[in-house]
């Protein structure tokens, strides 16, 4: 399937006609989980946590993130965090709140396989591109860019990032919004690459011409993939659809 979207590319620019392929960030070009330890550990290693909650800290102190994980209870629970310390979970859930949310952990989310082969490909073959993402410009505007460079995607005239002027926009709305904008712009094709299926669902009602390829590996639970949608679990070329 990516390897036919580039031919389709492709064969548009050959005939002067315009695409667009659009990806998300988090938990779609970008495994989150390793800013997700990374923010755990650290709190387990503040001096003022270890009094506070030594026990927990003590769980914490080797805790382990899945690909599969969306928000922090997952990992708590597997590290034997079940819950009953109410101050303790509010503490640890204030603390991920600010620091996933923020510029400064950006740099420990991983590329998923072929992401940056893919999207340099997708360039080449003649598509302009965006990163649209949930993120927002106060809090995570500055590093996004960046770690997009440091890691080799594209970022240019030919592939812009977007990303919602405040944080107190919906995503669905605000992704269906730049959709419905971006369709009047002359684009042959559209594609977008996401992982949560509520966006998948809102956008589906209303931009139906998108081509919608639902990135498998974890979302909020808050719906479900449309059934009919292409489904991948990496960039990698030359691998079977599920």
Request: charged content about 25%; aromatic content about 12%; proline content about 5%.
């Given at each position: 399937m ?6 389709n590319?492709?064969?548009l ?26 923010i ?6 503040s ?6 909650f030594?026990?927990?800290?003590a769980?914490l ?7 599969s ?18 101050d303790?979970q509010?503490a640890?859930?204030?603390y991920?709140?600010k620091?996933f ?12 396989e ?15 591109i ?9 809090r995570m ?17 030919q592939?812009?990032l ?6 107190s926009m919906?995503?669905?709305q605000f ?11 002359n ?29 498998e590996s974890t979302h909020?639970g808050?719906a479900?993939?449309p ?5 991948i679990?990496?960039f ?7």
């Amino acid at each position: 399937m990516l390897e036919q979207i580039l031919v389709n590319i492709q064969d548009l620019s050959h005939q002067g006609k315009n695409s667009l392929v659009v990806f998300d960030l988090d938990s779609t070009l970008f495994d989150v989980s390793p800013r997700l330890e990374k923010i755990l550990l650290d709190f387990a290693a503040s001096p003022l946590n270890q009094k506070r909650f030594p026990e927990q800290v003590a769980l914490l102190k080797n805790i382990k993130t899945l690909r599969s994980d969306w928000g922090i209870v997952g990992a708590l629970t597997r590290a034997g965090l079940d819950g009953h310390h109410q101050d303790f979970q509010d503490a640890v859930r204030a603390y991920w709140q600010k620091s996933f949310f923020s510029n400064h952990y950006l740099q420990f989310d991983r590329p998923y396989e072929g992401a940056v082969e893919f999207v340099n490909a997708v360039e080449q073959a003649g598509a302009q591109i965006a990163y649209l993402t949930g993120r927002d410009v106060e809090r995570m505007g500055a590093s996004s860019g960046e770690v997009l460079e440091q890691w080799g995607f594209p970022l240019n005239e030919q592939a812009e990032l977007v990303l919602k002027p405040h944080r107190s926009m919906d995503d669905a709305q605000f992704k269906t919004d730049w959709f419905l904008a971006a369709e009047k712009k002359n684009y042959e094709t559209i594609y977008f690459f996401e992982n949560e299926p509520v966006n998948l669902v809102h956008l589906a009602q209303h931009c139906p011409k998108v081509q919608m390829i639902f990135f498998e590996s974890t979302h909020a639970g808050k719906a479900e993939p449309p059934e009919d949608l292409p489904r991948i679990m990496n960039f990698l070329l030359n691998q079977k659809e599920s």
